[in-house]
């Protein structure tokens, strides 16, 4: 169909599905009216050449990707005529000091002089301004194969800040690198300081959420932890845990804002530069599935994680290392070295469900043979390379029962031939909660017949992973993502030594921990796990909380809670 002469021509910023087409003009520095430049917006990119007299002429091409918004604006000379338009970028650049690439801000400011009415200069400016919002608005940076829901434009969002956290510069991190950010960005925010533990807890439980269209923490783990926990405890828990949740790096670990920097498939960064990635994810807007824990403790209590639970060693660090938090994330090197001087050896029993439905046997650990046989099973014990550091343990040719036990606490590990185990649902403030833990018995129950038993009871350390990174240079699962249906277990056995142990924590800042071939370091994919401590001292911590001693078991829950990400 031809269109009518007499249509007016659309206006393609004004599009109904975002910019369309290509807009041209022509406009001044803003520094020198005789340098003129030519600019063009397409749907992916800001054209922007020099016009002169010179047959080489300088053309920059900013990538609309990068952009986080565009605004118009007047001058700061109230007898000039002319509008003002700046884009705000944070392309990939190489740093100036060291090898890399990482973002860094790029302001481009451009005058437009048209006519002498200044409200139809401001105009023009307005529509350029828009254009370019909207075109980069559907230029987010998206990752194969992920599905991407969005904040909604303009977002309110509600950011917690914890002054106190890392060496009490959350603030000053803020109000120096993320704020200016918002504001070019055009996102309307409130900003919430809190003022004691569980505060922000406290804040969101009882918040009318349908006021926020995001929740974003600028703090280390333990902010986003009382968060989420608090949205759990509210009646309205289905919706409330789909409020989209932000990070900003403002702690010693920072776990959860590299694990989301690295999801990105950006460049490693840290510090200001990791802040200053997230920073601009949460510009973007982009929203995904993150994956939470249920964690259940001997006390019928339950929590939601979403970074690790861990006991041995990595507890004993990070909740030791607190003496030196005033030197912000050397604390946890520090605690190492001191954990290492006189390293400790837990005794407890672990076992877990595979995620595959026929598991190998890892090394270490026994699957229970149900088979009738009166005649003792022998364990098929999965081979490992060799490690450069130390021998291999030689297998251990001792029969060994079918199941291992304890009364200790009325808690067992062991295997049930009964498949019929009823999942007691936990409590949350005396209620009966869901999401149900169909995976898990009650801590008074056997483990079912499905699941692996660890065979030994001497630990250095285990430590569940369900994001990639446990601190900014701890590539601890290289194969996590947010939204995986996967807990990675890690443990460390009894008998490594101490330069061991500290080469697989230096490895493990590259991820290459797991290519060692170390015999004492076992991984394994599962959907659940339970964990007995024997000893009877030691530390226990989720998201890096501690909390209380004993018997421990957690299950995923895929894609519970959602996360704005890149």
């Not at 940076?141 to 800040?161: A, Q, T």
């Not at 229970?368 to 021998?391: M, T, Y």
């Amino acid at each position: 169909m031809e269109k009518d002469p007499s249509d007016p021509d659309p206006d393609p910023s004004c599009h109904r599905n975002g910019f369309v087409g290509v807009l041209y003009g022509e406009f001044s520095d803003t520094l020198n009216d005789r340098v003129r430049y030519s600019v063009s917006l397409t749907e992916r990119a800001l054209t922007v050449q020099g016009i002169s007299s010179s047959p080489s002429r300088t053309k920059v091409v900013f990538d609309l990707t990068d952009c986080v918004g565009c605004r118009a604006h007047r001058g700061p000379d109230s007898q000039d005529h002319g509008a003002y338009f700046t884009a705000y970028f944070y392309p990939f650049k190489r740093r100036w000091m060291s090898a890399g690439l990482t973002r860094q801000r790029l302001e481009q400011c451009f005058r437009v002089a048209l006519v002498q009415d200044p409200m139809a200069n401001l105009q023009e400016a307005e529509r350029w301004a828009r254009s370019i919002r909207e075109a980069s608005a559907q230029q987010a940076p998206r990752r194969d194969g992920v599905v991407y829901g969005e904040v909604c434009r303009p977002g309110r969002v509600m950011i917690l800040v914890n002054p106190n956290s890392g060496r009490g510069q959350a603030l000053q991190l803020f109000t120096g690198h993320v704020q200016g950010m918002l504001t070019e960005a055009s996102v309307p925010y409130t900003l919430v300081i809190t003022e004691h533990q569980n505060h922000a807890r406290e804040v969101v439980k009882k918040a009318d959420l349908s006021q926020w269209d995001a929740l974003v923490i600028m703090s280390g783990d333990g902010l986003l932890f009382e968060v989420i926990n608090g949205l759990m405890e509210r009646e309205d828990w289905q919706e409330a845990i789909q409020t989209p949740l932000g990070i900003l790096p403002g702690g010693s670990g920072n776990a959860l804002a590299a694990s989301v920097h690295h999801y990105s498939q950006s460049p490693p960064a840290w510090n200001e530069e990791l802040l200053l990635s997230c920073g601009f994810m949460l510009c973007k807007g982009l929203v995904c599935s993150m994956d939470l824990v249920s964690v259940h403790l001997a006390s019928r209590r339950r929590l939601f994680s979403f970074l690790s639970l861990a006991w041995g060693f990595v507890a004993d660090v990070d909740i030791e290392s607190e003496k030196y938090r005033h030197v912000g994330a050397i604390r946890f090197l520090m605690g190492t070295l001191v954990r290492l001087a006189s390293l400790r050896t837990y005794q407890g029993r672990l076992a877990y469900l595979p995620v595959k439905e026929a598991p190998k046997t890892p090394k270490g650990s026994i699957k229970v043979n149900h088979a009738p046989s009166s005649a003792p099973q022998l364990p098929s014990f999965c081979s490992s390379l060799p490690c450069r550091l130390f021998p291999a343990p030689s297998p251990n040719q001792n029969s060994l029962q079918n199941h291992i036990s304890t009364n200790s606490n009325h808690n067992t590990i062991t295997n049930s031939s009964n498949n019929a185990i009823t999942s007691k649902r936990p409590e949350i403030d005396g209620k009966t909660r869901e999401p149900a833990d169909s995976l898990l018995p009650g801590l008074d129950q056997p483990v079912p017949e499905s699941w692996t038993v660890v065979k030994e009871e001497d630990f250095i350390l285990v430590l569940a992973m369900y994001q990639s990174h446990l601190a900014e240079d701890l590539w601890t699962a290289p194969g996590a993502m947010a939204d995986d249906g996967v807990i990675h277990l890690f443990y460390v056995t009894a008998g490594i030594s101490r330069p061991a142990l500290l080469r697989l924590f230096l490895a493990m800042e590259k991820g290459a921990h797991l290519a060692c071939g170390c015999p004492h370091l076992v991984y394994e994919r599962v959907k659940a796990l339970r964990l007995e401590p024997l000893s009877p001292q030691g530390m226990i911590t989720v998201d890096g909380e501690m909390v209380e001693y004993g018997p421990v078991q957690a299950q995923i829950h895929p894609g519970l809670a959602r996360l704005i990400c890149g």
